[in-house]
């Protein structure tokens, strides 16, 4: 999948790579993520009510439901990053503030999303839909799949996934479905992977919508609690995140010694060259699996000049875009190209980019594909046999070769 446009990436594994509204087609991964970064967080957009009834039930125009819902506050604890501009957290586990009421998933609950928005949701969800590929993982790891009626038809992962309703694809979504589904909560994907006219109007319907975009890990962290809350499954949405950041700090520990060489993760090259920006989400996944990620040098843009990255000299390139049928001669073979350290040592490592840039529960696999694509000799505990929600967690996954440890070298071709 490919993008063709200089805005940011927003998670190529939601959806194969997405740019801010344009695909080139959709391979059905979402950064999409890469991440887009911008450095204000959840809480830095003013908040706005929506009113939210039940689905049937008229909205007036512009008046707002008054509730007496116990008020849930669920806040990501300051940006992990660890480049040089952003001082790294002792611990990946974002802090999470909820009411007593909260931590027993009662309802009628009050959230505010990603966006600032607050969502009262009146009763636990029966009918969820979830329309990015990462959130729908989530409901399943948090064993929530029996309530899910509808997805994307990017959802790959479990496999069953691929037999739910499909409601949406990489840029529509089908309200109309949605609404014959008797969906009572929609989870929906914010830094416009999902159209925002589309929220509005099933908002407008008296459906409530959250909109979840993590940032980077602690804002993924912060967005499986989050759903978590939202479909009365906070407890197994704590033990899950809490998991995945222990796993988190373990692979950040095992790299903290060794050398960081330069490292270029290449999510497309066809017309123009895209890679992580700066303060990124996976610039900080290359830094906590023990590289020295190369970005664009700028917080927005993901994409960047040949001669820049021949100035950084990548001494390793890991391949997000092999997905999509690069291959290592492919880059071998590219004009100007030579010149740099990881060609010229074919130091140049494929990897299966949907583990490392989706937002969810299998990152915790990503990372451990980076830390190996970047160490191949680095030798980390197991994943854990069993994810803590459940069904499909980051630990019930088949472990990809790189997280067993059996990735190829770097110098192979």
């Not at 329309?131 to 790891?141: K, Q």
């Amino acid at each position: 999948m490919r993008f063709f446009s200089t805005a940011p990436p927003s998670r190529r594994s939601e959806g194969p790579v997405h740019v801010r509204g344009t695909f080139a087609a959709f391979l059905g991964l979402f950064v999409a993520i890469v991440a887009a970064c911008s450095s204000a967080g959840p809480s830095a957009s003013p908040s706005a009510t929506v009113a939210i009834t039940p689905p049937g039930t008229a909205v007036p125009g512009g008046s707002a439901q008054s509730s007496a819902a116990p008020s849930v506050s669920v806040a990501a604890s300051p940006s992990l990053a660890p480049s040089p501009s952003v001082a790294p957290s002792p611990s990946v586990a974002p802090s999470v503030s909820a009411s007593p009421s909260a931590s027993a998933a009662a309802f009628p609950l009050t959230l505010t999303d990603d966006e600032g928005t607050t969502v009262v949701i009146p009763a636990r969800p029966t009918h969820i839909v979830s329309l990015t590929p990462a959130t729908t993982e989530v409901v399943y790891a948090l064993g929530a799949a029996d309530r899910l009626v509808g997805d994307t038809n990017a959802d790959d992962y479990p496999s069953a996934a691929k037999a739910v309703t499909h409601v949406a694809t990489y840029n529509s979504v089908d309200v109309e479905k949605i609404v014959s589904l008797g969906a009572d909560l929609v989870i929906a994907g914010g830094d416009g992977f999902n159209k925002p006219s589309s929220i509005a109007q099933l908002r407008r319907l008296g459906i409530p919508v959250i909109v979840v975009y993590g940032a980077d890990l602690n804002g993924v962290l912060h967005d499986i609690r989050l759903v978590g809350h939202a479909i009365g499954e906070a407890s197994g949405a704590a033990d899950l995140t809490a998991s995945m950041s222990a796993q988190f700090d373990q692979i950040k520990a095992a790299t903290a010694s060794l050398p960081h060489p330069r490292v270029f993760y290449e999510i497309d090259a066809t017309k123009e060259i895209f890679g992580p920006a700066d303060k990124s989400f996976i610039a900080q996944m290359i830094q906590f699996a023990g590289g020295d990620p190369i970005t664009t040098g700028s917080t927005t843009i993901y994409s960047m000049p040949l001669e820049n990255l021949v100035a950084a000299d990548p001494q390793i390139i890991v391949l997000g875009d092999s997905l999509y049928g690069t291959t290592v001669a492919d880059v071998v073979a590219r004009p100007g190209w030579g010149t740099m350290t990881a060609v010229r040592t074919r130091a140049i490592v494929p990897i299966d980019d949907t583990v490392v840039t989706r937002p969810g529960p299998r990152l915790v696999e990503g990372l451990r594909d980076l830390a190996l694509a970047i160490h191949p000799g680095l030798v980390l505990p197991p994943l854990p046999s069993a994810s803590p929600g459940g069904s499909a967690g980051s630990g019930s996954a088949t472990p990809s070769s790189a997280a067993t440890g059996s990735i190829a070298s770097p110098s192979a071709t």
